[in-house]
């Protein structure tokens, strides 16, 4: 709908205000995010978060899209934008193009974001000629989790500071129209920001970037614990263990139901 934050929009923020992005995987928590994020991340993420699995291997196409068409439903102003489950996109610009081609026509989303480096280049070229935005992910990619060895803080060596920051101008030069920055050093993300024209979205990548995205259970403090990068803004896990301790209480000594929840005959 053209009420949404459009990409041209979202791209043309590069050194002005700070883009604004949370995660959300269904009506219910898009609802809460929508009215302040200039985009929305249905990411891969909810294979854990949501589902329950190690790691985001498992995370499938049915997946983002049954999860992006909830989040669409639950939103109206901010951009949408969906990751490209693992498997799905780094065979072959065609099987890439035709899995995008599901996301955004099944869903109604704006954009996908797929994680890698230099050698998706071709893929990302693919899919912005033919009218796919796309945003990029690169440092700790966590797809890559079997590679890597673990989710691990990308840019101590000069190796990777190279890498990553050659991922980030080859994914300009391909057409995206934005790239995440997670989980690398301060001085690379400000390095990449300042070496390219498309904004970068950090999480874990300082204040330097051009946007900030974090994982909307992770900030509304659902877990114990969690990485350095995330601050709580809530605490949100305490109050539904205090709750449903309170209502197991409740329940068990009859003061639930009481006198305001039950129904009377009409006398
Ligand atoms: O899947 C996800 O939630 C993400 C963000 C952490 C950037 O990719
Ligand atoms: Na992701």
């Known amino acids: 709908s053209n009420k949404r ?26 609802r809460f995010v929508d009215p302040y994020a ?12 949501e589902h329950g699995m190690a790691t985001t291997i498992g995370a499938s196409l049915d997946m983002m899209i049954l999860h992006g068409q ?22 072959s610009p065609q099987e890439a193009y035709h899995n995008a081609v599901r996301i955004l026509s099944e869903t109604g989303c704006s954009a996908v974001k797929l994680e890698g480096g230099s ?44 890498k990553i ?3 980030a101008l080859d994914f300009e030069a391909a057409g995206a129209f934005s790239v995440v920055l997670e989980g690398v050093t301060e001085p690379l993300a400000r390095e990449i920001t ?3 024209a498309i904004p970068t979205i950090g999480i874990g990548a300082s204040s330097y970037c051009d946007g900030q995205v974090l ?28 709750a449903v301790s309170d209502y197991a ?9 009481a006198e305001d929840n039950i129904y009377r005959p009409k006398s």
């Open 5 to 30: 934050r459009t990409i041209p929009e979202l791209r043309a923020r590069k050194g002005k205000s700070p883009i604004v992005a949370l995660t959300a995987y269904s009506a219910l928590t898009a």
């Open 38 to 49: 200039d985009f929305i991340l249905v990411g891969d993420s909810l294979a854990m978060v």
């Open 70 to 91: 909830s989040v669409m439903r639950g939103s109206e102003k901010a951009a949408v934008v969906i990751d490209m489950p693992f498997g799905s996109y780094e065979a």
């Open 119 to 162: 050698h998706l280049a071709p893929v990302i070229a693919f899919l912005t000629a033919r009218g796919v935005p796309v945003m990029g992910h690169i440092g700790l990619t966590p797809q890559y989790v079997q590679t890597l060895g673990g989710f691990k803080i990308q840019g101590h060596s000069s190796e990777q500071q190279d």
């Open 165 to 167: 920051k050659q991922d």
């Open 194 to 196: 300042d070496n390219i």
């Open 215 to 242: 994982v909307l259970e992770d900030m509304l403090g659902f877990n114990d614990k969690v990485p350095r990068f995330v601050k709580k803004f809530a605490h949100l896990g305490d109050d539904i263990k205090k």
């Open 249 to 257: 209480t409740a329940v068990s000594n009859r003061s639930f139901p």
